[in-house]
């Protein structure tokens, strides 16, 4: 499996670390109520197919991306700095 | 009064050579850690272009004394002043840096390495943020047949131990 990092190019899937779903930048206002905290907390999906993950280039720039994949495939579709995506 | 004694990271362990393949230790006077506040790259690029006659590098290069280090980070060879501007840390003793050299420097690296280090890709003050072995490094090529390489100066032992392997490796090979 290759990432395709945007500051430093294709890398192999061992120059990084894997966080989880990219949900967990979809933070809920401090006021969300507790079934919304608890749903971002604890609950995530287990996709059969495209997902978002957040993945850290810790052996190389140290940046966090968020990397569109499919887990049936295990293609690799995109990687965008978490950055620089809209929230 | 203790009479103290400054030990270079590499003290000890280099240099190695093998054929035409040597590995020396490079010594910096000054290695300082600048990241730049948002929206401040061009100010920081002015005073480094005073400081140290350089501009931040763009991703994945070198130029004179200025190396990307990774995301929004450069590393600078010389003394800074950019209070206001970026985020600043003297890593002088952090570092150790060595230069491999000599034709079949490439095939060295090659063993150990996971990118492609070759010179119709990966040319001169070209830097690459990757592994070597098990180890985090920097490699820059600095000329035809020279690459510099930055570990933390506690894995300065794993390093060479890595080349010194690949290296009678290659020879083995001839
Ligand atoms: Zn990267």
Known sequence: MRITCPNCGERDRREFYYQGDALALDRPSQDAGLSVWDDYLHNRGNPAGDTKDLWFHEAGCGAWLVVDRNTVTHAVHKAVLAEKVKR | ?174
């Not at chain 2, 763009?58 to 209070?83: E, P, S």
């Open chain 2, 1 to 174: 009064m203790a009479k103290l004694i400054a030990l270079t990271p590499c003290a000890g362990l280099l240099p190695i050579s093998l054929g035409k393949i040597a590995v020396t230790e490079v010594l910096p006077d000054r290695l300082m850690s600048v990241a730049p506040f948002a929206g401040q790259n061009k100010a920081v690029s002015a005073k480094l272009k005073s400081h140290v006659g350089a501009v931040l590098s763009g991703l994945n290069r070198r130029i004179g004394g200025v190396t990307w280090f990774g995301h929004g980070t450069w590393m600078v060879a010389g003394d800074v002043a950019l209070d206001g501007l970026a985020a600043v840390t003297d890593q002088s003793d952090a570092w150790a840096v060595v230069a491999i050299s000599g034709a079949g420097s490439e095939d060295v690296l090659a063993r150990l390495v996971p990118i492609d280090l070759r010179a119709t890709v990966f040319k001169k003050n070209h830097v690459a943020k990757t592994m070597l072995g098990h180890l985090s490094v920097t490699i820059t090529r600095t000329a035809a047949n020279t690459f510099e390489i930055m570990v933390m100066r506690s894995m300065a032992q794993t390093l060479v131990h890595d080349l010194d392997v690949a290296m009678r490796g290659v020879a083995a090979r001839g």
